[in-house]
């Protein structure tokens, strides 16, 4: 298991009060799972609302994907911490946690490469998959180094990075837009280079494609060099 951040540690003691709620009320790990699988649907559909009703210029629809995004990584944080407090911690709990979390991955960049597309940031299409690319190689490189016997939880871009960068910038890319409407800055005859006000959300995803890919580089390299001491010692 990932040692936990100081961030980690300060948003638990604030969310304790309503984990041990939760389980007073007779909630399971597996329900908080499966609610943050669910928030992560709805933000996907308004991502997809929001391509098919909005137009281009429009971030009301990214504001509130992100914020439910964030919702949803509040959950996933709960279910693990409910385990360890309420003693309810299993083995298929701790299975299904996973799985989900790929599901709600796939799910929320589902959202996002839709919307992406149908408004015609392809470039930016085009990184949100290569970013899903990278979360997903992250995760499964350390599970398969853990089927093996090597422990690798290394690189800067583990899930929460993930869902804190991309659910955030999506909710502070519609809460701009609120603020200052719709805003665009170019040269005289741009190409690529421009910023306007979807960039806020846009940049953001690209940095996770890019260190989510380097992350799973990272651990990659991490595997290789435990496996050949291992040969080495064996």
């Known amino acids: ?20 709620g939760m389980h007073k009320i007779g909630v399971t790990p597996n329900m908080i ?22 137009d281009r210029t429009d971030m009301f629809y990214v504001g509130w994907g992100g914020f439910t995004i964030l919702i949803a990584g509040l959950f996933d944080m ?43 940031y392809f470039l ?17 490189i350390r599970a398969r180094a853990e089927g093996i016997g090597v422990d690798c939880s290394v690189g800067m871009m583990q899930r929460p990075a993930r869902v804190v960068t991309i659910g955030a910038s999506a909710m502070f890319c519609g809460i701009i837009y609120y603020f200052t409407g719709h805003f665009k800055f170019e040269l005289d005859n741009p190409i690529f280079t421009y910023f306007e006000t979807i960039s806020i959300f846009t940049l953001p995803v690209t940095f996770v494609a890019i260190m989510a890919n380097y992350t799973a580089f990272q651990r990659l390299m991490h595997v290789k060099k435990a496996l050949e001491k291992k040969d080495t010692n064996a």
């Open 124 to 140: 930016s299409s085009l990184f949100a998959f290569v970013a899903l690319i990278g979360s997903i190689m992250v995760s499964y």
């Open 33 to 54: 799972t499966s609610i943050g699988f669910i928030l992560n649907i709805v933000a996907a559909v308004i991502f997809i609302i929001g391509a098919e009703q909005a």
């Open 78 to 120: 709960m279910d693990g911490r409910l385990a360890r407090i309420a003693n309810l911690s299993s083995s298929f709990g701790a299975f299904y946690d996973s799985v989900m979390d790929r599901y709600s991955e796939l799910v929320m960049f589902l959202g996002i490469c839709f919307y992406l597309i149908s408004q015609d």
């Open 1 to 20: 298991m990932a040692k936990e951040s100081k961030a980690q540690l300060i948003i638990y003691n604030i969310l304790n009060p309503l984990i041990v």
